[in-house]
């Protein structure tokens, strides 16, 4: 029942943005710590970033997107987002959103070990 739905995916160009969303339901966000994942065509999935539960106080990302992607949580709403900017060819693959139970409120894994509950997938393709 626990359920990660992704959407925003699309075409983009280089220097482009998109903001992905992931709308969470069948458990208490609040709790939950929410990784972005994605995996390229003929690549290993990858952890993208990462927000701590609660108030998302502990943010990570991966060295590729570090200054050019912003995670956030909208606990009232049960929605989590990842604003992408400045996209680039290296940005294409497919996103996912998951979540993994808290046990703290103050760090976040990037490893998909982690997480429990995942969502579909959304597919984000930056081309001229």
């Known amino acids: 029942q626990p359920q990660l739905v992704e959407s925003g995916g699309g075409l983009v160009q280089p220097g482009g943005s998109l903001r992905l969303s992931c709308a969470v339901s069948?458990?208490?966000?609040?709790?939950?710590?929410i990784g972005w994942f994605r995996q390229a065509p003929g690549k290993e999935r990858e952890g993208v970033s990462c927000?701590?539960?609660?108030?998302?106080?502990?943010?990570n990302y991966a060295d590729s997107v570090k200054g050019r992607f912003t995670i956030s949580r909208d606990n009232a709403n049960s929605m989590v987002y990842l604003q992408m900017n400045n996209l680039n060819a290296d940005d294409t693959a497919t996103y996912y959103c998951a979540a993994g139970r808290a046990v703290t409120d103050y760090v976040c894994y990037e490893s998909p070990a982690y997480y429990a509950y995942w969502g579909q997938g959304t597919q984000v393709t930056v081309s001229s």
């Open positions: 069948g458990f208490t966000l609040d709790y939950y710590a």
């Open positions: 927000i701590s539960s609660r108030a998302g106080s502990a943010t």
